[in-house]
C-alpha cells in the first residue's frame, strides 16, 4: 500500500485514528445529552434532538471541536465531564506497535489534530502518546479546522513539510479530502474508528483497521 521509501513525514490525526472513537461519540451523542437534560429538567431524547441540531450547525468549522465554545454555548464543564469516563479512552488495534516503529525509523513523525488543547492533554495523559511524536499540532493554533486550506497553509509555513513526501493517516473523509487538495497523494482512511460500530464506507480512500497491516517501516 505504502512505497516507504518515498515517505519522510508522516501525519496521524488521533481520535478516530489512533485512538478509538468510541471515547468521543459516547461523550457527545449520550454523556453530554444527559447532563444537559438534567441541568434543563429535559427529557434524554429532548435534549438530544437539541443538541444534536446544535452540533450539526458547526460541524467541520472550528467551533465543533472547540471546548471552550461548547462550555460558554451550554453552561457545562466539558472537561470535568470527559474525566468521568476518560476510562473510555483507548488506543485503536495495532497503534502501540505502528508508533514504535516509526519512532525507531528515520521519519518524521507529527500528529495533527482538530482536537481543543484540553482534551489532547487528557488524552495524551491517558494513553502515553506523546513521547512518540516530534510534533503535535491542534488545529486550534492555526486557528483553521483540518477541512480548512487555511489549515495545511499553516502547517506548510511552520513546518516547511512537502506534501508529496507525506503520508497522512486520518478516519474522516473530509479531512482526507482537504489533505488530497494541498498535495498529498498518500492518503490512508480508517475503515472502523468506533470499535463498537460496523466498519466505514472510506470511498475514494484505501483503508485499514489494525496499523500492523502498514509495517514493516523501513529504519
Same mark, same amino acid.
Given at each position: 500500500m505504502i512505497d516507504w521509501n518515498t515517505i519522510d513525514t508522516v501525519l496521524l490525526d488521533m481520535d478516530g485514528t489512533l485512538l478509538d472513537l468510541h471515547f468521543d461519540n459516547q461523550f457527545w451523542l449520550e454523556h453530554v445529552p444527559v447532563h444537559y437534560a438534567r441541568q434543563h429538567n429535559l427529557t434524554i431524547e429532548a435534549a438530544k434532538r437539541y443538541l444534536y441540531r446544535r452540533f450539526a450547525a458547526r460541524q467541520g468549522q472550528l467551533e465543533w471541536y472547540c471546548l471552550d465554545h461548547w462550555q460558554q454555548e451550554l453552561n457545562l464543564d466539558l472537561i470535568t465531564m470527559k474525566r468521568e469516563i476518560a476510562h473510555l479512552i483507548s488506543l485503536r488495534p495495532g497503534t502501540k506497535t505502528f508508533l514504535q516503529a516509526l519512532h525507531a525509523s528515520s521519519k518524521q513523525v507529527i500528529m495533527i489534530t482538530n482536537a481543543h488543547q484540553d482534551s489532547l492533554s487528557l488524552k495524551l495523559e491517558k494513553a502515553s502518546l506523546a513521547e512518540y511524536f516530534?510534533?503535535?499540532?491542534?488545529?486550534?493554533?492555526?486557528?483553521?479546522?483540518?477541512?480548512?486550506?487555511?489549515?495545511? @497553509?499553516?502547517?506548510?509555513? +511552520?513546518?516547511?513539510?512537502? !506534501?508529496?513526501?507525506?503520508? /497522512?493517516?486520518?478516519?474522516?473523509?473530509?479531512?482526507?479530502?482537504?489533505?488530497?487538495?494541498?498535495?498529498?497523494?498518500?492518503?490512508?482512511?480508517?475503515?472502523?474508528?468506533?470499535? @463498537?460500530?460496523?466498519?466505514? +464506507?472510506?470511498?475514494?480512500? !484505501?483503508?485499514?483497521?489494525? /496499523?500492523?497491516?502498514?509495517?514493516?517501516i523501513p529504519a
Open positions: 516530534d510534533k503535535l499540532i491542534s488545529s486550534h493554533q492555526y486557528g483553521f479546522a483540518k477541512e480548512h486550506p487555511g489549515f495545511w @497553509q499553516a502547517l506548510q509555513n +511552520d513546518l516547511g513539510i512537502t !506534501p508529496r513526501q507525506c503520508l /497522512f493517516i486520518d478516519d474522516s473523509l473530509p479531512v482526507l479530502r482537504s489533505g488530497l487538495k494541498w498535495g498529498i497523494h498518500n492518503l490512508i482512511a480508517i475503515s472502523h474508528p468506533d470499535s @463498537q460500530q460496523g466498519a466505514k +464506507d472510506t470511498e475514494e480512500f !484505501p483503508a485499514v483497521n489494525d /496499523f500492523r497491516e502498514l509495517l514493516p
